[in-house]
């Protein structure tokens, strides 16, 4: 039977609204379904993996990404580097600024300011955050090789400890919500630990096969999984790639259950940051029948809207949610 598009009415609260998109078109009523998409994976036993790509913490989405740990509407983040490194910028104090996309370019270089776009920061500010990174490593045991998850549970722990405003890293540890950084090296994070060893003589050793055994692990310890990408690249790619690995612990996983992307990119280009869930299934990474959607959208805009929704909508049942528990820590200490 055909379903009329209903007009949006004006009023109420961010999940109301958002059921109102539900009855319209195109990407309005793709953020509904994602909405309703989410909502489901809390609601039954699923392990929900997050991908974050794109300059989401700079733009102001770093208490989005908090609220989404604490609450537990997400149970382990994969991350590029640069977020990463921002939340810790930003934890430290250092904000990043409102600036203009038409700024003078030369102008900012020689006042030693950055810009993402519209936002600016203090290269000074910057070196400082790489400098506490930089010292950060030499309280670090050197014969250990650690994973990203290891790495960032300690430096969130130590950033906890200092009291303040949590970030993603520190409310992360908290949490026990585990963070893994696949190119970790393809940031300040890698100029930093670079610095301590050409300067200090400190290598900081990862393992970044042991983070993707972990992934597989958890993949394997789920009853079923989840996913929800930010953006795309090399975060998407370490999630999807997790449901082909299933026969390290002689398992068959059958693919994601549940699958949402906030996307700007498109298929036809052929990297991964806009190629369809259809794709996905393709590679067995998504199950046949999987209940996915993908939403063409800024994921400023995108973002805040639909945890505000979910929010909303299971923030009472939230507290009753089976959540995966991780026990995946090896012997740790900061020296």
């Excluded at 994070?189 to 060893?197: D, I, P, S, V």
């Excluded at 795309?232 to 068959?252: E, S």
């Amino acid at each position: 039977m055909k379903k009329p598009v209903v007009p949006v009415t004006v009023g109420g609260t961010v999940s109301q609204l958002v059921r109102k998109m539900g009855g319209t078109a195109f990407q309005g009523r793709n953020l509904a379904r994602g909405v309703d998409i989410w909502s489901s994976m809390l609601e039954a036993d699923v392990t929900i993996f997050m991908g974050l790509a794109g300059a989401m913490i700079p733009a102001g989405m770093r208490q989005v990404m908090v609220y989404l740990i604490e609450k537990r509407l997400i149970d382990c983040l994969v991350s590029t580097g640069a977020n990463l490194f921002h939340d810790l910028h930003e934890t430290l104090g250092r904000p990043h600024y409102q600036g203009s996309a038409d700024a003078d370019d030369r102008q900012l270089a020689k006042s030693k300011t950055y810009r993402i776009y519209d936002v600016l920061a203090s290269e000074e500010e910057f070196d400082s955050t790489e400098q506490f990174v930089t010292d950060f490593s030499q309280r670090l045991d050197p014969d250990h090789a650690y994973t990203t998850r290891e790495f960032f549970f300690l430096l969130g722990s130590e950033l906890a400890r200092e009291g303040g405003e949590d970030g993603i890293l520190s409310a992360a540890a908290r949490a026990n919500v585990p963070i893994y950084c696949p190119a970790i090296g393809d940031s300040v994070y890698g100029t930093g630990l670079a610095t301590a060893l050409v300067k200090r003589g400190r290598h900081v050793v990862f393992d970044v096969i042991a983070d993707i055994v972990e992934m597989v692990h958890i993949a394997c310890a789920a009853g079923s999984t989840g996913v929800i990408y930010i953006g795309g690249g090399t975060p998407k790619n370490f999630i999807q790639q997790v449901a082909l690995c299933g026969h390290l612990f002689d398992k068959v996983l059958k693919g994601h259950e549940y699958a949402i992307q906030v996307t700007t990119d498109s298929p036809q280009w052929g990297g991964l940051s806009g190629c369809t869930f259809d794709e996905a299934r393709s590679w067995r990474k998504v199950t046949p029948d999987a209940a996915t959607v993908t939403v063409h959208c800024d994921a400023t805009i995108a973002l805040p809207l639909m945890v505000s929704a979910v929010a909303e909508r299971v923030g009472k049942t939230l507290p009753e949610r089976k959540k995966p528990s991780f026990r995946l820590d090896r012997d740790l200490t900061v020296l």
